[in-house]
Each structure stands twice: as C-alpha cells, then as structure tokens.
C-alpha cells in the first residue's frame, strides 16, 4: 500500500476518530463485522463447560476441607499434652501423604476441562481459560512426593 491508501484504510479503521487503532477497531475492520454484530455475539456456555466447573468447584471444595482438618489440628498441636502430640502426629501424616481423593477430583476434573476444549462450541472459550487456570493452581497445591526426604519443608 502508499502512504495515501494507507491512510484512508486506517481512517476507515479508526471509528471513534482519536487517531489511535483499539483491539476491538481492529477486529471490526479485520473480521469484517460491524460494532453492533460484535457486541451481541452470545457469551453463552457450553454443557462440557458445566461438567469442567462442577469438577473445579469438588477439587476446591476437597482442598479447603483439608485446609480446614490442617489448620484444626494445628490448633489442638499448640495446646500440647497428650492430645496435642497426637494432632502434630496425624498433621505431620496430612503434610506428608498425597491424599487420594484430591489426586481424583483434580484428573476428573483434567478430564473435563480436556473434553470441553475439544468441544466444537466456542462460545465460552474465554471462561474455559479462567477454569484450566484455576486447575493449574489447585494442581500446585498437591503435596510433591517425598518433601521430607528432599529437606523441602
């Protein structure tokens, strides 16, 4: 392009005439859409989207009643006696294992956010982001195997 056409392919580009290029110019004049036809695009959500947030909601709701069974017991282990020994002995249990039913609920829920992407529907795309995301997270949380041994504490 010359200098000229490109200057009138970039007024044509630029709607609100603030001689500045936005993301939502581009795409209006990249796609070929019109502002009112980008704007009302569903946002919708797809059933695979449902199942892959509903297996996020149980790997979080498994992760924080461990939270809440950690920071009990810790309680009871400062109290000492007795039953305070037996606190730090079943948290030290807690913090050592890799319990079972997180490690299912996160490759369930794996699954699910796997199907949804494969899915043909991509109306709620950015949503599945911001679920696998939040997978990714609660898959860090999962204690790494042999912390101990490996003087990670």
């Known amino acids: 392009l010359t200098v000229i056409a490109m200057r009138k392919e970039l ?4 709607i609100d005439t603030d001689n500045k ?6 795409c209006v004049y990249h796609y070929k859409l019109k502002i009112d036809d980008l704007m009302s695009k569903p946002q919708g959500t797809n059933e ?3 199942r892959a ?5 149980e790997v979080l709701a ?17 109290k000492g006696g007795v039953k305070g020994k037996a606190a730090q002995n079943e ?4 913090k050592a294992s890799d319990p079972m039913p997180i490690r299912k609920a996160l490759v369930t829920a794996q699954a699910a ?30 204690p790494k195997a042999n912390w101990k041994r490996s003087g990670l504490e």
């Open 91 to 94: 948290l030290e249990q807690i």
């Open 113 to 142: 956010i796997r199907k949804a992407q494969k899915s043909k529907d991509l109306n709620a795309m950015g949503k599945l982001w911001f679920i696998q995301r939040e997978i990714d997270e609660a898959a860090k949380y999962k």
């Open 11 to 14: 007024k044509k580009i630029d």
């Open 62 to 78: 498994e992760i924080e009643k461990l939270e809440k069974k950690k920071a009990k017991l810790s309680k009871k282990a400062a």
């Open 48 to 50: 695979a989207l449902e």
């Open 53 to 57: 947030e509903a297996a996020l909601e």
């Open 21 to 26: 290029m936005s993301l939502l110019e581009y």
